[in-house]
């Protein structure tokens, strides 16, 4: 029998079946908190972590994974199978790149992938309907986990039969609402306490926000739930308390079947909902090698040097005492004299400890490479090699972050589509040339069904590229096709002649030497050569000389292994143990 939420009975149905997700996720809440204590360490407020953590592994992974998925929003791509419907595709991905930036999609693509690093990013897509009289406007915003709950029994989120969440809202603002019931409304209390959680343990903003209180809350505040039922095609808000059993608002759903919640997730565990999270597996690893390198830590801290006298050597030994460094002290026997070393740390403790350093980038899909944090080969070709191998590691990542911003991107250019039809200008370029031509776009008047259209995204233009980089693929670019096209006469056959000034002002900018090549380039009242890219042409007559020299260097794994070998006591060559001095990089 279908659920209607406007019966007591079936609005109680719904409370419990929120209540159970949120019972039965307690376990989870509860290892992400702790992780993401670890994540803060024990500097962060007064709720992070119980002791001090100073190899934070876990911040490292979580910043280089989510700097390399998430840097900025990825560009989308619309198309269509169908030939005439091609150019409303290259004016809906205007659109929706345009959409993309108002919402401000890159901050929280970045929010979700850096909470999926320890379970799962949730994200909301929807039109707000402001009660303000204002245009409605698509959104894209965050879901926090602690205040998210959905079926637990399914085995894949699509397949879930309900998924929402709940708001912590001004009192006043939810009575003055008119979308709500107001006989519902004026039902309503604040809630005394916002960061204790009824199945379990505290929030996890509460290491923010601290304890907080209605007694210290600017105004009254209260819970509300937003849940959809995927079955009904409802979504429900109400009051997340027993004593309102009437909801405060009940809407048909008609937008996409799998509703407005998108999820994130990085390595799927079979037959379970829940994913398993790139920092529940490396944690283990992260804990040991802190516990370690605190007990050596504190084994370094209970060395000393103690200096012992005979008897009657008082003066002798306060003279040496305080003697500066390099000083001649003159003493009658120094056999009287001398000086005892107390404690020191444990080498297999301190080896282990930096074997874990390698598991941990081992196990992380060989983290210092894909982080650029140091080289791993003692050439640049072997570099790359290894750079590209790296890469697959985090392939099944790259997909799932790919796969779920596909799904939003198509959402939100739904939303577009269904929603108030306002003109939506936009401006497209005349390819080759720099004219500009209006296109406006109407929601709703575009040619073809929704599905004709197919919505995919640049995989890697979400990573961030520094200038360094940028100017480095546009000198290869200029190497490789504009100089050998310049030189054949390809670019003259199709009316095309290089900017230099331009292209000199791109080498200033990303090379930040604005300044420099401005003081060396002047302009000259006549132009050098015959114009086009004449002036390209290379002599016809060239000699050039390569070579080769090998110049050994030192990676970090290849120092680790040498340096726990040497602390266990096993024989060094020189040249090793001279590696393994020399800096990575």
């Not at 031509?437 to 259209?453: E, K, W």
Request: negative net charge; hydrophobic residues 40%.
């Amino acid at each position: 029998m279908p659920i209607d939420p406007d019966r007591p009975a079936d609005l109680l149905q719904i409370q419990e079946m929120t209540d159970d997700s949120m019972r039965r996720q307690e376990c989870w809440r509860t290892d992400r908190n702790k992780h993401l204590k670890e994540y803060v360490g024990q500097r962060y407020g007064d709720h992070g972590a119980s002791w001090p953590v100073a190899l934070n592994l876990i911040r490292l992974l979580v910043a280089v994974f989510t700097q390399h998925l998430s840097a900025r929003a990825p560009k989308a791509l619309v198309t269509s199978l169908f030939p005439h419907l091609h150019p409303t595709a290259v004016t809906r991905g205007l659109v929706l790149n345009r959409e993309i930036e108002r919402v401000k999609f890159a901050k929280t693509a970045r929010r979700a992938v850096s909470s999926a690093m320890f379970l799962m990013g949730i994200v909301k897509v929807g039109t707000d309907i402001s009660s303000s009289g204002q245009p409605p406007l698509p959104y894209v915003e965050g879901v926090l986990f602690d205040d998210f709950a959905c079926d637990m029994n399914a085995h894949d989120f699509d397949e879930v039969e309900f998924i929402g969440h709940r708001t912590y809202e001004r009192l006043d603002d939810v009575q003055d609402n008119p979308l709500y019931d107001q006989r519902v409304t004026r039902l309503l209390q604040g809630d005394a306490d916002y960061s204790s959680e009824p199945f379990g343990e505290d929030r996890a903003d509460v290491m923010t926000a601290g304890q907080q209180t209605r007694t210290i809350e600017a105004s009254k505040r209260c819970w509300l739930w937003h849940v959809y039922l995927k079955p009904e095609r409802l979504l429900v808000t109400y009051a997340d308390t027993k004593d309102v059993n009437r909801p405060l608002r009940v809407i048909d759903y008609d937008g996409p079947e799998r509703g407005p919640f998108h999820v994130l997730g990085f390595s799927e565990v079979p037959d379970n909902l829940m994913p398993l999270s790139p920092v529940a597996s490396l944690i283990d690893l992260h804990d040991l090698a802190n516990r370690l390198f605190r007990k050596i830590a504190r084994q370094a801290e209970r060395a000393k040097n103690v200096t012992a006298f005979a008897p009657g050597a008082e003066d002798e030994a306060a003279a040496i005492q305080d003697a500066e460094d390099g000083r001649f002290v003159k003493v009658t026997d120094p056999n009287l004299i001398k000086q005892f070393r107390s404690g020191s740390i444990d080498t297999a403790s301190f080896a282990l400890a930096l074997q874990l350093l390698d598991k941990f980038n081992y196990f992380a899909g060989n983290l210092n490479t894909i982080g650029g944090l140091t080289t791993s080969a003692e050439t640049l070709g072997q570099e790359q090699m290894i750079g590209r191998a790296s890469s697959q590691q985090v392939v099944e990542m790259q997909l799932a972050f790919v796969t779920w911003v596909q799904d939003i991107y198509q959402h939100l250019m739904w939303e577009v589509d269904n929603g108030e039809r306002m003109l939506i200008p936009v401006v497209k370029k005349v390819r080759g040339t720099d004219i500009q031509v209006n296109a406006n776009y109407l929601p709703g008047m575009a040619p073809g069904a929704f599905d004709d259209y197919r919505y995919r995204i640049h995989p890697y233009s979400g990573g961030y590229k520094s200038p360094a980089e940028r100017l480095q693929m546009l000198l290869q670019i200029f190497e490789r096709y504009v100089m050998p096209l310049g030189q054949m006469g390809a670019l003259e056959q199709q009316s095309l002649s290089i900017d230099i000034n331009a292209l000199f002002d791109m080498i200033g900018e990303y090379g930040d030497m604005e300044e420099e090549l401005g003081r060396l380039l002047i302009a000259s009242e006549e132009p050098f050569g015959t114009g086009g890219t004449e002036g390209m042409r290379m002599p016809p007559n060239t000699k050039r000389t390569y070579e080769r020299v090998n110049r050994p260097g030192a990676t970090e794994s290849g120092k680790i292994d040498t340096l726990t070998r040497a602390l266990l006591g096993a024989g060094q060559q020189d040249s090793e143990l001279a590696a393994a001095m020399r800096p990575t990089g």
